[in-house]
């Protein structure tokens, strides 16, 4: 086909003045000619029309503004159009970047695939004597108890020596079982075999609605003390506690550095306590500490799951906070509580943590991610400063889920249900109710209502590239972060559960905490001597 050059010109002379418009050769406005088209336009609208002006003039005056209009409508598709192109070719490269990576990945497995099939035809026999005899004692296990999952977690790795088994055994963690159950008319069911033999790590992704009892199987030795600053009725209360458990349980204590420096000041008697200098030792704390005491609210608690980026020892919380949703323990009877929990066994709650990440648009693939957060309550996606609406494109499983125009969104877990999320709409759930919280903040729809969504899936939130405005994330309120146009941001449950010890169980103290927190269904009881129905 021919290309044909179409130039047009129109023209309306006023005085000496004159306005043309020419079509480029592309088919497409150029931004120039555009700006001079409309100004040209605007100039001959505002002047004052002469006596006598024909009517064809304020025609064609009427006609060039439709014109003006029609050149702003071209240029702004085209704007959109490139935004568009520019989405398409980002999502191109995430995708092109995502298979390089799985198929170097794939040709590694297979070099690692090709050597282990080697080493492991040597050692088959042995290994089908040792599954036979375990698929035994399962099947015998199972037809014994109806309920059981044959899931062992062990540490990776075992000691031939006795005389390194006899000096590894002084320094080693308390380990203890969990076992699921519930009460039927039947009887107690229970759910065996959920153990960490040697360090004492909660380590597995399972969930389980029902009753959770850790049972130690060997005692413990090593307490993390962690208090909420700044209170003189905490720091009391601690320093006596500490005092308690060394001379009467004969335990090892662990303080953070501040603490320790206080309780110097006031004693040289407390030179026993251990504390650690930088973020390398905190990293380690979980192989050295079997139970983990705070003293404060349910920020300390959050703090206090915070600081392990892994496995988390179970933790004993003490209300002398404001808030007690996580905190069942009276502070008045600590010696009582420790006691009953040292001994054994106890009822826990596995609360389930969030585990997030942002993704840059600058990224070059999906791997390619700043540090990993871990929350224990929710993250928080808002508007932050600015005065227009979010404007956040959410996927689940890399299905689209929703667009949020609102003031925010909150990925909550049920811990954290009665929290922000329960202050922005969202429901209460039972805190081992495995799930996402998926809340809007002020949405600006009527139809918009909370989700909860199972916990395997992965959420993925996105700033898209026509967002008016940045968004703002914070993680349990801490570690505020930016997120410009194409940045992301990826939650996924983690697999390391906060256990923390129940006054009575899990679901006693669920109802407890509403009642006494929320004064949930407070109100005063109808009068029975009213009119009565015949």
């Not at 079997?290 to 959050?302: A, I, P, R, Y």
């Not at 929710?378 to 005065?387: A, K, L, Q, W, Y």
């Not at 998926?438 to 959420?459: D, N």
């Amino acid at each position: 086909m021919a290309h044909s050059k179409l130039n047009s010109t129109d023209s309306c002379e006023h005085g000496d003045e004159s306005i043309s418009y020419m079509q480029p050769d592309n088919g497409y406005p150029d931004s120039n000619s555009l700006t001079h088209s409309e100004k040209a336009v605007q100039e001959l609208l505002q002047q004052t029309p002469v006596q006598g002006t024909d009517e064809h003039l304020i025609e064609f005056s009427e006609a060039l503004r439709t014109v003006a209009k029609a050149l702003r409508r071209a240029a702004e598709g085209k704007a959109a159009a490139q935004a568009e192109a520019a989405e398409w070719k980002r999502r191109f490269e995430l995708e092109r970047g995502r298979n390089l990576q799985l198929e170097h990945r794939e040709q590694i497995q297979g070099e690692c695939d090709r050597d282990f099939k080697e080493r492991k035809i040597e050692n088959s026999t042995n290994n089908n004597v040792m599954w036979n005899q375990t698929h035994e004692r399962s099947k015998n296990c199972c037809m014994e108890h109806g309920i059981c999952s044959h899931e062992v977690l062990r540490d990776g790795g075992t000691d031939s020596d006795s005389d390194s088994n006899m000096v590894n055994k002084m320094m080693r963690k308390a380990s203890f079982k969990l076992s699921w159950c519930c009460k039927g008319e039947n009887g107690d069911q229970h759910k065996h075999d959920v153990v960490s033999f040697e360090r004492g790590n909660i380590t597995t992704a399972e969930r389980s609605s029902k009753q959770i009892s850790l049972k130690w199987e060997s005692c413990p030795q090593t307490v993390l003390i962690l208090t909420k600053p700044n209170s003189t009725s905490v720091r009391i209360l601690c320093a006596e506690m500490i005092r308690w458990l060394k001379e009467h349980k004969r335990l090892n204590i662990y303080v953070e550095p501040r603490v320790r420096g206080e309780l110097l000041t006031e004693s040289s008697y407390f030179s026993f306590v251990q504390t650690w200098d930088d973020d390398t030792e905190i990293l380690q704390l979980h192989m050295k500490v079997d139970l983990v005491v705070t003293l404060g609210g349910d920020g300390t608690v959050l703090w206090a799951a915070s600081m392990f980026k892994g496995p988390v020892p179970p933790i004993v919380p003490f209300s002398l906070g404001s808030l007690g949703f996580m905190t069942p323990f009276h502070s008045e009877h600590y010696r009582d509580c420790l006691d009953s929990v040292l001994r054994g066994p106890i009822s826990i709650t596995l609360r389930h943590r969030l585990q997030c990440h942002v993704v840059r648009d600058s990224a070059r693939n999906e791997y390619e991610t700043e540090e990993h957060f871990l929350v224990l309550n929710e993250v928080t996606i808002d508007r932050g400063i600015s005065s227009f609406l979010t404007n956040l494109e959410c996927y689940c499983d890399n299905s689209f889920v929703t667009c949020v125009q609102g003031d925010g969104l909150i990925l909550s877990t049920t811990s954290g249900s009665t929290a922000y999320s329960l202050a922005a709409g969202g429901s209460m759930v039972h805190p081992q109710v495995p799930g996402i919280l998926f809340t809007p903040i002020c949405p600006h729809s009527l139809s918009f209502r909370p989700l909860i969504l199972p916990e395997h899936v992965t959420i993925r939130v996105q700033v898209p590239f026509n967002s008016r405005s940045p968004a703002w994330v914070s993680f349990d309120g801490k570690d505020r972060k930016q997120l410009a146009a194409g940045d992301a941001l990826v939650c996924s449950m983690a697999p390391w559960p906060v256990p923390t010890a129940c006054q009575v169980d899990s679901t006693n103290d669920f109802f407890r905490s509403i009642h006494e927190g929320l004064h949930w269904n407070l109100r005063k009881i109808q009068s029975f001597d009213g009119p009565r129905e015949q």
